[in-house]
């Protein structure tokens, strides 16, 4: 009962603050009015000893310090806007890359128990982490003592799926019956593989990704018993999985049939599951309890050496290894990610003492107002609430601009990541903003608030507030703040220095790639790759036959001005041979030659340069004798001084005919785009002949809108054809894996270097700030004395050169150590490149000097009298 | 206006729990009733009756509510609660063993 009054009042002396204070006000004047002699009235005191037994000080307190302290913001917009500024893009960093670590290496795996969950490999003299073959699996399986359960994945990664509009290449993979129960994962609709259901006589059954059902199925619940196809098999859906389910060794596959022994993979006639020799078999298990991973791994390998014994053709030298299957998703990124993480940790302490100097500029304007609050009675501990509140509204503001900039960093970084990376990280779907997130932003938030609060306090200690009364004081703390600050500023440009030149270079290499002469006409191309099914075509000169139609049809379409085929495209992969010179003397070494095979009309499809000789005709088939085109660089590294036109090669593993050179082209980019140009030979499409086959079309519009008819043509031929990779030539070069890496690196390290560019010019503005209002006094006497205006700009400026000279030339000692490490990534860029050094050390002292302006204009617009008579 | 010692300020809670034990009454009433009933020796100041007024009321011993008083103006009339009277019972026996304490050291000589 008493207990519901009290809250009652407190209550209401918090909310209806007015009508208690009128009520006070009310009563104390009654009682002064009863007085027969009236006191002189402290009435005020009075109503201030009543609040104080209120107990609700401190709210009130605080309420009166936040609107000071916003008025006090309000009066100083550009204070206001930089340091929240500042903030902003140090917390939006933080958060945007904690992000990334929190997907990756924070959240729970989505299975359950993961703790239990172990990876389980093979070992041979190159790798640890060895794929296994399935026939060892199985024996795993069964003579394993400590597992409660083992399973196996597919390493293979896609399936042909047959749709009504033509076959289709889609992600999947095939896993054993228990695997889903091993991780601990029930689907959500539907059911699970049955134990058995991948042996071969059982019916063929598939699972569907939760997207793929959403996408392909749109998230109806009749999908279920529907059949699929892939690789010619008709399938049954049986169930879908849950939607936060990621596997990352198999990367986000869309659909997960069963693993059996008898399963031809696509490309091979030979399964390789039944080879004991061949492997493409990823093994994962579930611990027993109480079984500890080393335990695992002491057990499993003893029973890889029995294996090693019992098969020593095949399991020779191979042992086994066992790691935590946690260790394995994460493994490779934590590094970077901690890395990452450091940095962007790095730049929000710049920013935070950035703010803490600009702080302090502004603090010493208000030395007098603290000492007079001193003297009317305010006790320290009221004075540093005044000023943490301050900073933390500065605090508060800073970062919910930061949460929301952050938002925005996440989805630019996601963006910079190529797409085949992303598929390989399945883990970035669950990347978004959530509580972890908040609660970390808050933690730094709050520890700058701290760092803020403490800054100004360090200056109005008890003691000086007397002497602050005086004038002209000039106490340590100041000088001492002045000299680490102008430390951390040179410091500050050093390093944005440093990443400036790195973004320069990396951004530099890019530009260079992507301009690489690639030795043919990119633009206006179009290419696709193509696979012929096994069943239909299983000869040579099937291939053969395909290869003329193709050309000859698609030649016929309308905006096609030639067409092309090979078993590969340039700037991609190449196949490789060992050949010999037929004559010369040769004692078994291994020549290694890069190989394609082409039809006659590749080479003027691409525009490439004949440099000698001829091309190939298209009569040229397998009863004509045996032709071969090279490039310069063969020509060059195999026939220096003479002319290969006429001279014979032969393939020596396995060892083959004579073939006889025909022609010499310049160099087409076969391989990465940054790799040297390599000896290549060319072999005519009606000699060689392949299975796989890519179509370049020359067209005359530069964009894909040749796909589809080029896909009505090849179906026309035969609808069972499966077309995938169409992309113009232009798309490819800038796609390439070389081209993506430095793309990244560049944005990222940019980003980087844009954060801390700003951040050490901010720094600089706050220090120059800092001395000049230190340095009021002097300013005044000089002019009094007669200093013209010009001459006090050039005190500033001269000291914030100095600071950003020395800043840069530090920074350029210091990047050209940095991008020696990083020789690797650059790419027709020296480490010391002269402009690149120029330019940036240019920009930087630039925006000093332009940061600098504004608080040197301050100075030289002092009016001595004033600056004379206060401080 | 004197500030009482601090003795008479913690017994001042006593004092005032006492007084409108008799009948509710509003602040200067109750001053002029220490007042009358201390022999004209206890003189409360606005500065300590207030505050210990509020408190009183804070912690849920007397309750409060406005009326009109014997001048025709309004005031703030304080009643006792039933907390309130059992405090007054606490206090009142915690002073007597305190000053029945008090007065056996000092009476000796």
């Known amino acids: 009962m008493r207990l519901a009054t009290i809250i009652r009042l407190r209550l209401r002396s918090l909310f209806l603050r007015k009508r208690v204070e009128a009520e006070l006000d009310e009563e104390l004047r009654y009682h002064l009015e009863r007085e027969a002699s009236p006191a002189i009235a402290g009435i005020e005191q009075r109503k201030e000893e009543c609040r104080d037994t209120r107990g609700l000080n401190l709210l009130d307190n605080l309420a009166q310090d936040f609107r000071y302290a916003i008025r006090q913001l309000r009066k100083s917009p550009g204070f206001a806007a930089t340091s929240i500024f500042v903030l902003a893009l140090g917390i939006a960093a933080n958060v945007a890359i904690f992000a990334f670590v929190d997907a990756a290496l924070i959240k729970p795996l989505p299975y359950h128990d993961p703790g239990r969950l172990v990876s389980i490999f093979e070992t041979n003299r190159t790798s640890e982490q060895y794929p296994a073959s399935y026939p060892n699996y199985l024996d795993w399986k069964r003579l394993n003592k400590l597992f409660r359960s083992v399973d196996a994945y597919d390493m293979n990664g896609g399936l042909t799926l047959t749709t009504s509009a033509g076959p289709e290449l889609v992600a999947a993979t095939r896993v054993s019956a228990g695997f889903f129960r091993t991780l601990g994962v029930s689907p959500v609709l539907g059911r699970d593989f049955e134990n058995g259901e991948d042996s071969v006589s059982a019916p063929e059954t598939v699972l569907l990704s939760y997207s793929a059902w959403q996408q392909r199925y749109g998230g109806r619940p009749d999908a279920l018993g529907q059949t699929v196809t892939l690789n010619g098999t008709p399938r049954t859906i049986v169930g879908v999985l849950p939607r936060d389910f990621y596997f990352t060794p198999t990367g986000s596959p869309e659909f997960w049939a069963t693993l059996r022994e008898s399963g031809a993979t696509f490309h091979e006639s030979d399964p390789c599951e039944k080879k004991r020799g061949c492997h493409n078999t990823g093994v994962i298990g579930r611990l027993n309890e109480e079984v500890t991973v080393q335990a695992a791994l002491a057990s499993m390998q003893s029973l890889a050496h029995e294996l090693e014994k019992q098969y020593p053709d095949s399991n020779r030298d191979q042992g086994a290894n066992v790691l935590a299957l946690s260790e394995v998703i994460v493994g490779n990124v934590r590094p970077i990610l901690l890395m990452l993480l450091c940095g962007a940790n790095l730049l929000l302490l710049i920013a935070c003492i950035n703010v803490t100097s600009l702080l302090l500029a502004r603090s010493d304007g208000r030395q007098r107002e603290m000492a007079v609050r001193g003297a009317l009675g305010a006790s320290r501990a009221r004075l540093f609430r005044q000023f943490a509140t301050e900073g933390l509204v500065l605090v508060a503001l800073g970062s919910s601009a930061g949460l929301i900039a952050g938002g925005w960093f996440m989805q630019i970084l996601k963006s910079l990541i190529p797409a085949g990376m992303v598929a390989s990280m399945p883990f970035l779907a669950g990347l978004g903003l959530n509580l972890r997130l908040v609660a970390y932003a808050c933690c730094i938030s709050l520890i700058a608030g701290v760092l803020f609060a403490l800054a100004p306090m360090a200056r109005a200690r008890l003691t000086e507030m007397l002497e602050d009364l005086k004038e002209g004081s000039r106490t340590s703390a100041g000088t001492t703040w002045r000299r680490l600050g102008a430390n951390l500023v040179v410091a500050e440009i050093a390093v944005a220095m440093v990443l400036l030149v790195g973004a320069g270079l990396l951004g530099k290499s890019l530009y260079l790639l992507l301009h690489e002469s690639v030795g043919f006409a990119p633009d206006h191309l179009a290419t696709l790759a193509i696979e012929a099914p096994a069943a239909s075509y299983s000869k040579k000169e099937l291939f053969i036959a395909l290869e003329q139609q193709l050309v000859e049809q698609v030649g016929q379409l309308a905006g096609v001005k030639s067409v092309g085929v090979s078993n590969g495209l340039p700037v991609g992969g190449i196949g490789t041979v060992w050949i010999r010179v037929v004559g010369r003397p040769f004692h078994g070494e291994h020549n290694e030659v890069s190989t394609r095979v082409v039809s006659a009309t590749y080479f003027s499809t691409l525009g490439a340069r004949l440099w000698r000789g001829r091309y190939f005709d298209e009569t040229e088939d397998s009863s004509k004798p045996l032709v071969v085109i090279i490039n310069r660089t063969m020509a060059r590294q195999y026939f220096p001084n003479e002319d290969p036109i006429g001279k014979q090669i032969a393939p020596t593993v396995p060892p083959r005919p004579p073939i006889e050179i025909v022609g010499v082209v310049d160099d087409v980019r076969e391989g990465s785009l940054d790799s040297a140009p390599r000896p290549v030979i060319y072999r005519p499409f009606n000699q060689a002949s392949s299975r796989f086959v890519s179509l370049i079309v020359r067209t005359s519009h530069a964009d894909g809108q040749i796909f589809p008819s080029l896909a009505a043509v090849i179906h026309r031929i035969n609808p069972a054809i499966l077309i995938h990779g169409e992309a113009t030539m232009t798309e490819r070069i800038n796609n390439s894996p070389a081209a993506n890496m430095h793309r990244s690196s560049t944005w990222l390290v940019g980003g980087f270097a844009a954060v801390a560019f700003l951040l050490s010019v901010v720094g600089l503005y706050g220090v120059v700030a800092y001395s000049v209002s230190r340095r009021t006094r002097e300013i005044g006497i000089r002019m009094a004395l007669g200093a013209r205006r010009e001459s006090v700009y050039r005190l500033i400026l001269r000291e914030a050169a100095w600071l950003a000279g020395v800043g840069t030339v530090l920074g350029i000692g210091g990047s050209i150590a940095a991008t020696t490490l990083m020789r690797r990534l650059l790419f027709g860029v020296r480490s010391w490149d002269v402009p690149t050094l120029a330019a940036a050390a240019l920009a930087l002292v630039i925006s000093a000097l332009l940061a600098s302006y504004i608080p040197a204009r301050r100075a030289a617009c002092v009016n001595p009298v004033e600056a004379l008579r206060a401080e | ?109």
């Open chain 2, 1 to 109: 206006m004197s500030k009482p010692t601090d003795l008479v300020q913690g017994t001042l809670d006593l004092l005032i729990l006492k007084t409108i034990a008799l009948e509710p009454m509003h602040g200067w009433a109750i001053a002029q009733r220490i007042h009358q009933m201390s022999g004209e020796v206890l003189q409360v100041g606005q500065s300590a009756l207030y505050p210990s007024l509020h408190k009183l009321e804070q912690n849920g011993w007397i309750s409060s509510e406005w009326a009109v008083s014997e001048n025709n103006r309004r005031a703030k009339y304080y009643t006792l609660t039933r907390a309130g009277r059992k405090a007054l019972e606490q206090e009142a026996a915690q002073w007597e063993r305190l000053s029945a304490a008090i007065s056996l050291i000092v009476r000796t000589a």
